[in-house]
């Protein structure tokens, strides 16, 4: 059974920074690319940003581009998702995914039927 295990959520106060991580203890994660997601209460499950096999290509979304940064650290297994300046919109649900295909194309990392392998999410909650 392949396991992605995401880590690192909690409270912060508006303006602060978090990162959460997704790990994976059964598989190389260097075989995937990464996408990772959020839910709020209420809302759909929408993609935050997406990282390449070789984090050579990265992608946000518009409402956390030039806050959040992806990277990856194959060495560890570990995908991690740095998150500044944060704002209580973004209080969710996150999780990571993991997508075998060697490509995308557009806006096809927002789609939740590209990737394989889901972890069970971490909270992360924005206030004061």
């Known amino acids: 059974q392949l396991q992605l295990v995401e880590s690192g959520g909690g409270l912060v106060q508006p303006g602060g920074s978090l990162r959460i991580s997704c790990s994976a203890s059964?598989?190389?994660?260097?075989?995937?690319?990464i996408g990772w997601f959020r839910q709020a209460p209420g809302k759909e499950r929408e993609g935050v940003s997406f990282i390449s096999r070789s984090g050579g290509r990265t992608i946000y979304a518009d409402s956390v581009k030039g806050r959040f940064a992806i990277s990856r650290d194959n060495a560890k297994n570990t995908v991690y998702l740095q998150m500044n300046s944060l704002k209580p919109e973004d209080t969710a649900i996150y999780y990571c995914?993991?997508?075998?295909?060697?490509?995308?194309?557009?806006?096809?990392?927002?789609?939740?039927?590209?990737?394989?392998?889901w972890g069970q999410g971490t909270q992360v909650t924005v206030s004061s």
């Open positions: 995914a993991a997508s075998g295909l060697r490509e995308m194309y557009g806006s096809d990392w927002r789609r939740r039927e590209m990737y394989d392998y």
């Open positions: 059964t598989f190389t994660l260097d075989l995937y690319a």
